[in-house]
């Protein structure tokens, strides 16, 4: 995307995000941006999620709590 685009900075220090550059990388609600300088120019882009890398690799399943807490109760009783 080599489109120019502008946005205003407020009285507060913020800015609004343009509609396509939200919508080329994905962003939304929440999403944290990393910002970097390089020879005086401004780089923003998406931070890394990187718990997002660990997605789907731990199975879940139907729990037994009572069986959980009486697993435990010696543990705790060590301490």
């Known amino acids: 995307m080599r489109k120019r685009m502008q946005s205003v900075i407020s009285s507060k220090f913020q800015t609004t995000i343009p509609k396509a550059v939200r919508e080329n ?3 939304s609600v929440q999403d944290a941006l990393e910002w970097k ?27 037994d709590i009572s069986a959980d807490i009486e697993r435990v109760r010696p543990m705790r009783m060590e301490k």
């Open 25 to 27: 990388l994905k962003l």
């Open 37 to 63: 300088i390089e020879r005086g120019k401004v780089i923003v882009y998406p931070a890394q999620k990187k718990f997002l890398q660990y997605k789907n690799i731990v199975k879940t399943g139907k729990g």
